[in-house]
């Protein structure tokens, strides 16, 4: 193109030649050719324009459409998300994972069960210095220090078999909005008198309640023992208490509140339910008179380490009886310290002590060995009995499976003033025993043992009398 475009200007020259001068025509053919570089020039910039302005319109639309690919992606993605959550809307919630089967008992709903206790049997050999206890009664089947014959009556010998102390429990354990629900029951045959034989034919004993009590958080309400005792001093032994008459031993119903004082130490505060077995001038039978109208306050600290447990117990109580509508009230108080040392690190030995004295709390300690207090009908009052109580054991482990249990126990009641010697001629004075047995167990949850006890009592008008007792016993417990 460019060469005939030079054809085509020369040809005009030759044509502009002829009619003018030759040096005019040289200097317009120059002119010419330089307005044709130009044109040109501006003709190849022209074309670079269109080819980038292509260019950028190809790149914009290329550019859309790939938004417009992703637009739709996008969409797509998003709806198909929705449809997803709402599939998973539409399914019902899953089932919340079952709680793990509990260690040991089974689960009804949120609460776990287990059950509990032991089954045992007591074979005993008893002789009494000074007469004879009744068969069939709480004397016979184990130690119980007011029941020792005194006076001087031929000695007896009584040979007995037993499985009323045999004891089951149902442990209830629930969280419910956040709070700790525990219940406990626990009977045995030992109190009851059995109504369906006896010991000629098929000794039948009824179930008798023993604790039966609920715990919301630090609350306590029902039947536990008393919160004025300390069940750790209770020694290891045959026998169903094991050094009575030292021990501090009520199991009653009761409102109780336990906090947590930190240093592994807790305070209880309680109300407990009254009850007063009070004696009558001259006579030292007990009477269980239902009058009285508040309730017992009990309070405790108690103390438990690695070295071993501690016990501080405080009583204040109302003692009260009305006759014919005349009522007489006196007050009364206790304290009790208690505590366990343990003797390795195994916890397998230990030594345990408990000291107990008090006005007016007869029924607290030794199971009422000394009257709450004394009613005199010519004044009608009241006149305290103070006791002092106190027991002690050591449990030494021989080798595994091995053990020996050492045990001391005793008490002395003081009267009033007030009451002649003669009209407390009756009434116990002061008992004391001590035991050692050794047990034995064979296979994990299976005891064995042998007892030996010896034990005395003395009334205030100086009669006494003795007993003493072999215990062979064997306890299954589960």
């Known amino acids: ?140 089947d184990f130690y119980l220090p007011q029941t020792i014959p005194t006076g001087g009556q031929p000695s007896a010998h009584d040979t007995d078999f037993t499985a009323k102390q045999s004891r089951f429990w149902l442990n209830l354990d629930s969280t419910v909005a956040g709070h700790a629900l525990k219940g406990y029951l626990e009977f045995d045959f030992q109190t009851s008198p059995g109504t369906q034989g006896s010991q000629r034919t098929t000794n039948g004993y009824n179930p008798a309640l023993r604790r039966a009590f609920m715990q919301v958080d630090r609350w306590t309400f029902g039947q536990d023992w008393s919160t004025f005792q300390y069940t750790g001093a209770l020694p290891e032994s045959t026998d169903y208490v094991g050094g009575a008459e030292g021990t501090v031993f009520v199991r009653q119903p009761l ?108 029924r607290y300690v030794g199971l009422n060995f000394a009257p709450d207090a004394v009613f005199v009908p010519g004044t009608n009052k009241l006149e305290s009995a103070s006791v002092l109580a106190m027991i002690g054991a050591v449990r030494l482990p021989l080798m595994p499976g091995v053990r020996v249990n050492l045990m001391g126990s005793y008490q002395t009641v003081d009267y009033a003033d007030a009451l002649t010697a003669a009209s407390l001629a009756t009434f116990n004075k002061h008992a004391w025993s001590a035991a050692a047995n050794l047990f034995y167990t064979p296979v994990k949850n299976v005891d064995l043992g042998l007892e030996y006890r010896h034990g005395e009592r003395k009334l205030v008008g100086g009669a006494e009398g003795s007993t003493d007792r072999i215990d062979v016993v064997a306890k299954y417990s589960f």
């Open 1 to 140: 193109m460019n060469k005939g475009i030079k054809a085509l200007a020369c040809c005009l020259l030759a044509g502009s030649a002829l009619a003018a001068p030759h040096a005019a025509l040289a200097r317009s053919t120059n002119s010419v050719e330089a307005r044709l570089d130009r044109l040109e020039a501006e003709l190849s910039a022209l074309r670079a324009d269109l080819a980038k302005s292509r260019a950028e319109t190809d790149a914009a639309v290329q550019r859309a459409n790939a938004a417009e690919a992703r637009a739709s992606l996008s969409e797509s993605q998003s709806a198909g998300a929705i449809q997803r959550v709402a599939a998973l809307e539409s399914k019902p919630a899953p089932a919340p994972a079952a709680p793990p089967p509990p260690a040991d008992g089974f689960r009804s709903g949120n609460t776990t069960i287990k059950l509990g206790g032991y089954i045992k049997l007591i074979g005993s050999s008893t002789h009494y210095s000074d007469g004879e206890v009744a068969t069939n009664s709480t004397g016979r």
């Open 255 to 362: 409102i109780r509140y336990s906090a947590p004082m930190g240093g592994g130490t807790t305070l209880h505060l309680a109300v407990e339910n009254p009850e007063s077995g009070t004696a009558s001038f001259g006579a030292p039978a007990l009477n269980e008179n239902g009058d009285d109208r508040l309730p017992d306050f009990v309070a405790r600290l108690a103390y438990a380490g690695k070295m071993g447990e501690l016990s501080l117990g405080a009583l204040a109580r109302q003692v009260r009886v009305e006759n014919s509508g005349v009522a007489a009230s006196a007050g009364g108080f206790g304290v009790s310290l208690g505590g366990k040392l343990f003797l390795n690190d195994e916890k397998t030995g230990d030594a345990r002590f408990m000291v107990t004295y008090g006005r007016n709390i007869g």
